[in-house]
């Protein structure tokens, strides 16, 4: 009897044990967690679903995270890309976003890239888009009363940067949601020599350039500044109708305490950074699981294996001309040994006529990308050179074929064929003969899979994960407050002075 009573009480104490531990672990988090704003608009799904993936990770870090969402994009209004933290939505902003997007999709599938002028146009829709936001600053209330100690904006429109100093969120962390972005490098003074550095956006070049390439290359990188600053002087002159002493947009993002960048630095070509510069690409890939029984089925179809064709949401498939459907149909109706699975949109009603009589093809308005790409039976990956799915590709080792439409695109497909893991069809050199020849080579020539398998490797082997690294320095900025000890002085300089042209100039004059 005695020995039970002994047990007893040795078992409740074991259990009282674990709830204080419990409880002392829950106290910690709730005392070390801070609260955190996403500014994340509605560009397209993937960029929510990048910042929903950051919004998760740091829920489920124990932060208490609001994700706000303008929505710009009318398709996404029910969609937020994350599934653990609180949504805030400002829908109806302005129907300027769609409009602009409207046969936009046509545009870019049909020229080379987007030239200056139509990247000028955007940074006007942005602003009439951010001018209509701040219309509707009495609904940002909510958020202005909820003591935030961080906020992360991405580098696509700095509209967000705005609203988070009109907030009064001093400590910034800044997202690169591609490759280092130049209006990023530029404002942060991280220095980007376009001897080697080639520009993110519309930019064929990879870091081994020629004379002209070179040449070319500065001419798009003093572009992209020029239309950086007459983007941020529009989105500046917004803010300062409510107060006129407010900071140039440009100089709250060069404050930020830290910047992270959506691309694994075992892919990315190799470049300078500053010490803020936090890499975590592939973050928030998880384990893939298993497909349901229709994509199955669908993955066991073809006697040597399956071909993805999936070109995105913001320029899918139909924008391609007639003529480039037919030599995709008459490509695939040649390889009868191979199944192709193309994803196509919802308001697609063209692509499936060019596909009838093709019976080693599937359309499908989704699929589990991340999960299929793990499929043994999956052999190529076609796609647009989106940053998150050349990353999920990457992981799971997939070679590619990348047709890049816009912005960073290019570069992606670069730094893939730069890796050896794939190779670029430029969008006007499609044709029959391009599209099988290069298919053919991705697929027979083993050195592509061989490469994209050390990749893998590389990426998921390094020494801290993307989660730890987004975490661990998220939690640093909460404690510590604004990281001015990492701004780096040639943010701070002009022209003349951080190319030292003044010494020079004086230097001459002396010798002369």
Same mark, same amino acid.
């Given at each position: 009897m005695l020995d039970f009573l002994l047990l007893t009480m040795l078992m409740r104490c074991v259990k009282l044990t674990w709830i204080l531990l419990w409880m002392l672990f829950y106290l910690d988090i709730t005392i070390n967690a801070g609260k955190i704003l996403v500014y994340s608009p509605s560009y397209s799904h993937s960029h929510l679903i990048s910042n929903g993936r950051i919004a998760d990770t740091l829920v489920n870090a124990g932060h208490d995270v609001v994700m706000f969402i303008p929505e710009y994009l009318s398709s996404t209004t029910k969609f937020s890309g994350s599934k653990l933290a609180k949504i805030i939505r400002m829908n109806n902003i302005s129907s300027r976003y769609d409009e602009g997007l409207l046969g936009g999709e046509t545009e870019m599938m049909r020229q080379k890239n987007l030239n200056f002028a139509s990247r000028l146009a955007f940074e006007h829709i942005g602003y009439e888009m951010c001018a209509a936001l701040l219309d509707r600053r009495n609904e940002l209330d909510e958020l202005r009363n909820y003591g935030f100690d961080v906020a992360f904006a991405e580098q696509i429109e700095f509209c967000g940067i705005g609203v988070i100093r009109y907030l009064g969120i001093k400590n910034l962390l800044w997202i690169s949601t591609t490759p280092i972005m130049d209006a990023v490098s530029y404002d942060l003074g991280i220095p980007a020599p376009p001897s080697y550095v080639p520009t993110i956006e519309e930019n064929d070049n990879g870091d081994v350039m020629t004379l002209w390439q070179r040449a070319y290359n500065f001419y798009m990188y003093i572009g992209a500044i020029y239309i950086h600053r007459k983007g941020t002087d529009m989105i500046t002159k917004i803010?300062? /109708?409510?107060?006129?002493?407010?900071?140039?947009? %440009?100089?709250?993002?060069?404050?930020?305490?830290?910047?992270?960048?959506?691309?694994?630095?075992? +892919?990315?070509?190799?470049?300078? *950074?500053?010490?803020?510069?936090?890499?975590? #690409? #592939? =973050?928030?890939?998880?384990?893939? !699981? /298993?497909?349901?029984?229709?994509?199955?089925?669908?993955?066991? !179809?073809?006697?040597? @294996?399956?071909? *993805?064709?999936?070109? #995105?949401?913001?320029?899918?498939?139909? #924008?391609?001309?007639? *003529?480039?459907?037919?030599?995709?149909?008459?490509?695939?109706?040649?390889?009868?040994?191979?199944? +192709?699975? =193309?994803?196509?949109?919802?308001?697609?009603?063209?692509?499936?006529?060019?596909?009838?009589?093709?019976?080693? $093809?599937?359309?499908?308005?989704?699929?589990?990308? $991340?999960?299929?790409?793990?499929?043994?039976?999956? !052999?190529?990956?076609?796609?647009?050179? @989106?940053?998150?799915?050349?990353?999920?590709?990457? =992981?799971?080792?997939?070679?590619?074929?990348?047709?890049?439409?816009?912005?960073?695109?290019?570069?992606?497909?670069?730094?893939?064929? /730069?890796? @050896?893991?794939?190779?670029?069809?430029? !969008?006007?050199?499609?044709?029959?003969?391009?599209?099988?020849?290069?298919?053919?080579?991705?697929?027979?020539?083993?050195?592509?899979?061989?490469?994209?398998?050390?990749?893998?490797? =590389?990426?998921?082997?390094?020494?801290?994960?993307?989660?730890?690294?987004?975490?661990?320095?998220?939690?640093?900025?909460?404690?510590?407050?604004?990281?001015?000890?990492?701004?780096?002085?040639?943010? %701070?300089?002009?022209?003349?002075?951080?190319?030292?042209?003044?010494?020079?100039?004086?230097?001459?004059?002396l010798l002369w």
């Amino acid at each position: 009897m005695l020995d039970f009573l002994l047990l007893t009480m040795l078992m409740r104490c074991v259990k009282l044990t674990w709830i204080l531990l419990w409880m002392l672990f829950y106290l910690d988090i709730t005392i070390n967690a801070g609260k955190i704003l996403v500014y994340s608009p509605s560009y397209s799904h993937s960029h929510l679903i990048s910042n929903g993936r950051i919004a998760d990770t740091l829920v489920n870090a124990g932060h208490d995270v609001v994700m706000f969402i303008p929505e710009y994009l009318s398709s996404t209004t029910k969609f937020s890309g994350s599934k653990l933290a609180k949504i805030i939505r400002m829908n109806n902003i302005s129907s300027r976003y769609d409009e602009g997007l409207l046969g936009g999709e046509t545009e870019m599938m049909r020229q080379k890239n987007l030239n200056f002028a139509s990247r000028l146009a955007f940074e006007h829709i942005g602003y009439e888009m951010c001018a209509a936001l701040l219309d509707r600053r009495n609904e940002l209330d909510e958020l202005r009363n909820y003591g935030f100690d961080v906020a992360f904006a991405e580098q696509i429109e700095f509209c967000g940067i705005g609203v988070i100093r009109y907030l009064g969120i001093k400590n910034l962390l800044w997202i690169s949601t591609t490759p280092i972005m130049d209006a990023v490098s530029y404002d942060l003074g991280i220095p980007a020599p376009p001897s080697y550095v080639p520009t993110i956006e519309e930019n064929d070049n990879g870091d081994v350039m020629t004379l002209w390439q070179r040449a070319y290359n500065f001419y798009m990188y003093i572009g992209a500044i020029y239309i950086h600053r007459k983007g941020t002087d529009m989105i500046t002159k917004i803010f300062k /109708k409510f107060d006129p002493n407010f900071p140039n947009v %440009r100089e709250i993002a060069a404050n930020a305490s830290l910047c992270f960048v959506n691309v694994d630095e075992m +892919f990315d070509l190799p470049r300078p *950074i500053i010490h803020k510069t936090i890499y975590i #690409g #592939g =973050l928030g890939i998880k384990q893939p !699981k /298993k497909l349901d029984q229709k994509f199955s089925n669908l993955m066991e !179809k073809g006697r040597k @294996g399956v071909i *993805i064709v999936s070109m #995105g949401t913001i320029a899918p498939f139909h #924008g391609f001309t007639d *003529i480039t459907k037919i030599a995709f149909a008459n490509v695939f109706r040649s390889m009868p040994d191979y199944h +192709f699975i =193309l994803k196509i949109a919802k308001d697609d009603v063209t692509t499936a006529s060019f596909l009838e009589d093709v019976p080693n $093809s599937d359309l499908v308005e989704w699929l589990p990308q $991340s999960d299929i790409l793990a499929h043994p039976r999956l !052999k190529l990956f076609i796609m647009h050179g @989106g940053i998150n799915g050349v990353m999920e590709a990457m =992981l799971r080792a997939v070679p590619v074929i990348v047709i890049p439409i816009f912005a960073d695109q290019f570069r992606n497909g670069r730094n893939v064929e /730069k890796r @050896g893991a794939g190779k670029v069809i430029l !969008k006007l050199d499609l044709t029959e003969i391009t599209i099988r020849n290069t298919i053919r080579d991705v697929i027979e020539n083993e050195s592509y899979k061989a490469n994209a398998v050390r990749l893998s490797k =590389l990426m998921s082997e390094k020494p801290f994960t993307a989660e730890e690294r987004l975490v661990k320095w998220t939690d640093f900025a909460v404690r510590h407050g604004v990281l001015d000890v990492l701004h780096v002085q040639g943010s %701070r300089m002009n022209f003349i002075q951080y190319h030292n042209l003044d010494v020079f100039t004086v230097a001459i004059v002396l010798l002369w």
